[in-house]
Antibody
Framework: QVKLVESGGGLVKAGGSLRLSCAASGFTFSDYYMSWIRQAPGKGLEWVSY????????YYADSVKGRFTISRDNAKNSLYLQMNSLRAEDTAVYYC?????????????WGQGTLVTVSS | QSVLTQPPSASGTPGQTVTISCSGS????????VNWYQQFPGTAPKVLIY???QRPSGVPDRISGSKSGTSASLAISGLQSEDEADYYC???????????FGGGTKLTVL
């Protein structure tokens, strides 16, 4: 079945870096746009970044632009999020999600999420 | 402050119909499809309605979505205790060139 599994979360000090990974299975990964979406504790959903199916287009929310880098390796069916210069406000559960369409905010499925905690 | 506006809470008794609204603007809801997500505590969101009013397989027909102008709605009829969850609307925003979410609505079944 279609499955996404995130890893790489953990506790990091403000100013530090972390790299999240998302392993995809059960579908042709290279056919789909992918996104990272986060949820701060007790808060709502916030889209972070997306990447086109063939790696040639990326886009970021203003809150992470210049600090986060999304990438993918279609040969390894994997999505990544390199997070640098982390801030306390980046503390959240980070989900990877497959975009069922293009430019339609239709995410299906989502991974189980990985928790990133930034200590100040 | 979320780009799409939802009521923070909604409630109903078993069997009732509850409607959750999602208000946006011409750059998002007014010109693009709306999708709804359901999230239970400690779990990942799951798509409940896509393309304004389409249900994925497995979602019961007592759950429906609609859109008119710059507003969208999610309706749950025959309310059940298992519907108690958080609900989020989402859509593409042409001005921001990215997806936007509502702040979420916590549904309580009394």
């Amino acid at each position: 079945q279609v499955k996404l599994v995130e890893s790489g979360g953990g506790l990091v000090k403000a100013g530090g870096s972390l790299r999240l990974s998302c392993a995809a299975s059960g579908f042709t990964f290279s056919d789909y746009y992918m996104s990272w979406i986060r949820q701060a504790p007790g808060k709502g959903l916030e889209w972070v970044s997306y990447i086109s199916s063939k790696n040639n287009y990326t886009y970021y929310a203003d809150s992470v632009k210049g600090r986060f880098t999304i990438s993918r390796d279609n040969a390894k069916n994997s999505l990544y999020l390199q997070m640098n210069s982390l801030r306390a406000e980046d503390t959240a559960v980070y989900y990877c999600a497959r975009e069922a369409g293009i430019r339609v905010a239709w995410f299906d499925p989502w991974g189980q999420g990985t928790l990133v905690t930034v200590s100040s | 402050q979320s780009v799409l506006t939802q009521p923070p809470s909604a409630s109903g008794t078993p069997g009732q119909t509850v409607t959750i609204s999602c208000s946006g603007s011409s750059s998002n809801v007014g010109s693009n499809i709306v999708n709804w997500y359901q999230q239970f505590p400690g779990t990942a969101p799951k798509v409940l309605i896509y393309s304004n009013n389409q249900r994925p397989s497995g979602v019961p027909d007592r759950i429906s979505g609609s859109k008119s102008g710059t507003s969208a709605s999610l309706a749950i009829s025959g309310l059940q205790s298992e519907d108690e969850a958080d609900y989020y609307c989402a859509g593409w925003d042409d001005s921001l060139n990215g997806p936007v979410f509502g702040g979420g609505t916590k549904l309580t079944v009394l």
